[in-house]
């Protein structure tokens, strides 16, 4: 049997088409994980939705002193959005990172 062997490289356009079948490669990769994530956190949506209805309908006594439950999920609310604004922000400023260093780096 003959032994195949890899077709010319064009050197001209190699980086480019290396490039691009990298970006391709690692695009579909981020598409199928994405997907994924979306969906197993709309299962959980789901799965906590039905706890929520099934709470819901205890007929729990009011405690003296307690906040609303209204009151009490703002809360949360704030510490999330104060979170992923602080991650939001290391990501910016990772990603003019890694641009700066792209643009030092010897072509």
């Given at each position: 049997?003959?032994?195949k062997?890899?077709?010319?490289?064009?050197?001209?356009?190699?980086?480019?088409?290396?490039?691009?079948a990298?970006?391709?490669?690692?695009?579909?990769?981020?598409?199928?994980?994405?997907?994924m994530l979306?969906?197993?956190?709309?299962?959980m949506?789901?799965a906590?939705?039905?706890?929520?209805?099934?709470?819901?309908k205890?007929?729990?006594?009011?405690?003296?002193?307690?906040?609303?439950?209204?009151?009490?999920a703002?809360?949360?609310?704030?510490?999330?959005?104060?979170?992923?604004?602080?991650?939001?922000?290391?990501?910016?400023?990772?990603?003019?990172?890694?641009?700066?260093?792209?643009?030092?780096?010897?072509?």
């Amino acid at each position: 049997m003959a032994e195949k062997t890899a077709p010319a490289v064009d050197p001209k356009n190699f980086a480019e088409t290396a490039t691009k079948a990298v970006e391709d490669t690692v695009g579909k990769a981020q598409n199928q994980y994405l997907a994924m994530l979306n969906e197993s956190q709309n299962l959980m949506l789901d799965a906590y939705k039905s706890m929520f209805d099934g709470v819901s309908k205890l007929n729990l006594p009011v405690v003296p002193g307690m906040p609303s439950v209204a009151t009490m999920a703002k809360l949360p609310a704030q510490m999330i959005d104060s979170a992923f604004g602080f991650g939001t922000a290391v990501l910016d400023s990772q990603r003019a990172f890694a641009k700066k260093v792209f643009e030092v780096t010897p072509a």
